[in-house]
């Protein structure tokens, strides 16, 4: 039997008090954006507008911590750079939630090619897990490299029925 230390008991409590804390961790994707009613048909199958379920795709390339911030009137988000050019934002269907949730706001949206710019790669469709909590309205999986935009007509004629549940009928 090894002889007591109480050094030893500290950094077991210690390092027990750390990794709870880092497991307890609470993932948060969230938005500060909120939509005109007249788009509430762009909410998912569990009401969340398309700022919240961008900001769930976003988070899983951050570690599940995204938020979406409101536009004022006018405004456009910018574009992926840096850090942020990455495969959760460089792909079709966060630039269809990014757009659609500016649109919503009575913002407005850059189109296609300049959206993934400053991507080293770009993706149609979503490449990455989807994360539990949200589901992709199935409008958000329209093609936009042959318009070069996200096409709001479109959009709303698509409808907003969440694709996972279209596959389980």
């Given amino acids: 039997m090894l002889p007591f230390n109480p050094g030893w008991l500290s950094l077991v409590i210690l390092t027990i008090g750390l990794l709870s804390?880092?497991?307890l961790r609470a993932t948060a994707q969230k938005t500060s954006a909120v939509c005109f009613s007249e788009y509430s048909w762009m909410n998912n199958s569990k009401n969340q507008n398309?700022?919240?379920v961008a900001a769930y795709l976003n988070?899983?390339?951050f570690g599940g911590q995204f938020t979406v911030e409101s536009l004022p009137p006018g405004a456009e988000y910018s574009c992926p750079s840096g850090?942020?050019?990455n495969a959760c934002e460089c792909n079709t269907?966060?630039?269809s939630l990014m757009s659609a949730?500016?649109?919503c706001q009575n913002g407005t949206h850059v189109d296609w090619p300049a959206w993934i710019l400053n991507c080293?790669?770009?993706?149609v469709g979503y490449p990455e897990s989807i994360p539990?909590?949200?589901?992709?309205?199935h409008w958000a999986y329209q093609d936009v490299a042959p318009s070069g935009n996200f096409n709001v007509t479109l959009a709303k004629a698509v409808g907003g029925e969440s694709v996972h549940e279209l596959c389980s009928r």
Avoid: D, H
């Fill in 120 to 123: 080293s790669t770009s993706y």
């Fill in 132 to 137: 539990s909590g949200t589901a992709i309205p």
């Fill in 101 to 103: 949730c500016a649109t």
């Fill in 83 to 85: 850090n942020y050019a």
């Fill in 59 to 61: 988070g899983v390339c």
């Fill in 93 to 95: 269907v966060t630039y």
């Fill in 50 to 52: 398309p700022c919240l």
């Fill in 21 to 23: 804390t880092r497991l």
